[in-house]
């Protein structure tokens, strides 16, 4: 079903250890970014957002090595359909302004927070409603099925990103049932200022009756959700200073707790392109006591192949720093591994960690793709090469992986 491409899709990695390409799909011209999974009798489908385009790519991925698009759903103009949760045959889709460093106009009219569709049938998404808090708009959520879905979304008279606990059971009239935030994000609250870095940019990790945040230049925060609708903190890390702060997935990007060791993978996002400012934090946190988070170890930061024209990735162009992490959140068909990371680095392609000695975290494979030939949109802005940008891992050993410029690859893991 794949096709030729006038991408670099089907051309050989740059490098390659341990990760071999198993399938290509170029999706129309459109680089697929968030990435869910769904299975629908012996057919399994992936629901693709995207950075570029305004609309949902439904792929089928039954064949791995023959990916083929099944439809692409239109989405509203000038805005963000990027993020994407898939449960219990519904998907939800996160709307948001498009950030102007994305090609969004600030003038432009955009729609918001979420939309509800019925995806039993993946190849007729089916809206059932709309989520509105008259703000800017929803980051990453957690949708796991069940009652309750957790959003990471601006609301009007707030600043950023908060959480807002959401009713599904009525799919076609979903309720409001908390919201959560950290001072300074309230109406009328001091601000705390960008450099600071509040907003939880999400997902709330859930496992049981607690909840692992993602909140940007604030941390990583601890929540119990056992009445969820009065949210209680618990506890809070944070990596800033000395590692990079700010806001838009600065200091904590995603924090996923592995509730088997009491362990927590927790990274923020890479800065600016060529690696200017601080670093960014990747590594593995001790959350066995959820009041009292601490450090156990860094992973490896990614070294190129001898012998490139560049001695460090800093020196590539693009952004070079972790991204995306595999995140199962609560699926039966993705990976629930919780002796392995699988870690995007941006202009370092993908890498696989083997964290079973968490003091001493091993970096065992790694896979970088050729860079694009073609622009889509008007990042990186210092040269057109790789920008790994998403992961995800099912139960049947399949890796999909997602470039800003480039489609969809699809690998296996050898080691």
């Known amino acids: 079903m794949s096709g030729p491409s006038s991408d670099t899709g089907l051309l050989p990695p740059v490098e390659a250890h341990g990760l071999e390409r198993i399938g290509y799909l170029g999706c129309d011209g459109r680089p697929p970014f968030k990435l869910a999974l769904t299975v629908v009798g012996d057919r399994w489908y992936l629901i693709a957002g995207h950075l570029w385009h305004r609309g949902w790519s439904v792929i089928d991925v039954t064949d791995p090595t023959d990916p083929g698009l099944v439809t692409f759903v239109p989405g509203p103009p000038d805005t963000w359909t990027a993020?994407?949760?898939v449960a219990d045959g519904l998907l939800l889709a996160g709307l948001s302004r498009i950030p102007e460093r994305f090609g969004g106009r600030p003038d432009a009219a955009f729609e918001e927070c979420a939309i509800v569709f019925d995806v039993r049938d993946p190849a007729t998404p089916r809206e059932l409603s709309r989520i509105r808090l008259g703000g800017t708009g929803a980051h990453r959520s957690w949708w796991a099925g069940g009652t309750t879905a957790w959003l990471s979304a601006n609301a009007a008279g707030f600043r950023n990103y908060l959480l807002v606990g959401?009713?599904?059971?009525?799919?076609?009239h979903p309720t409001e049932i908390s919201r959560w935030w950290l001072p300074g994000q309230g109406p009328g609250e001091p601000d705390?200022?960008?450099e600071a870095g509040v907003s939880l940019h999400g997902p709330a990790y859930v496992?049981?009756?607690h909840a692992w945040l993602a909140y940007g230049g604030a941390g990583m925060v601890a929540l119990d959700l056992a009445d969820p609708t009065h949210p209680e903190l618990l506890g809070r890390w944070s990596v800033v200073p000395?590692?990079?702060?700010?806001l838009f997935g600065a200091g904590v990007h995603t924090a996923r707790p592995l509730p088997g060791r009491g362990l927590a993978v927790v990274h923020g996002e890479a800065g600016p392109e060529r690696c200017e400012g601080e670093p960014d934090f990747a590594g593995l946190v001790d959350i066995a006591d959820p009041a009292r988070p601490r450090l156990v170890s860094q992973l490896p930061r990614p070294v190129p192949t001898a012998g490139l024209a560049y001695r460090t990735y800093c020196d590539k162009g693009g952004r070079f720093g972790p991204h995306d992490s595999h995140l199962p959140q609560g699926s039966p068909w993705l990976d629930d591994r919780e002796d392995r990371v699988y870690l995007t680095w941006f202009n370092a392609g993908l890498r696989v960690y083997d964290i079973r000695d968490p003091r001493d975290p091993r970096e065992i494979a790694w896979y970088v793709p050729a860079d694009p030939v073609r622009r889509y949109g008007p990042l990186p802005a210092s040269g057109l090469v790789t920008q790994s940008e998403v992961v995800l891992v099912d139960t049947r050993g399949v890796?999909?992986?997602?470039?800003?410029n480039a489609g969809l690859t699809l690998l296996r893991c050898t080691v």
Do not use: A
């Open 166 to 172: 959401m009713d599904l059971s009525d799919p076609e």
């Open 399 to 404: 890796i999909y992986l997602t470039d800003k």
């Open 83 to 85: 993020q994407v949760q």
């Open 207 to 209: 496992v049981g009756d």
């Open 242 to 246: 000395p590692f990079r702060g700010g």
């Open 192 to 194: 705390p200022g960008p």
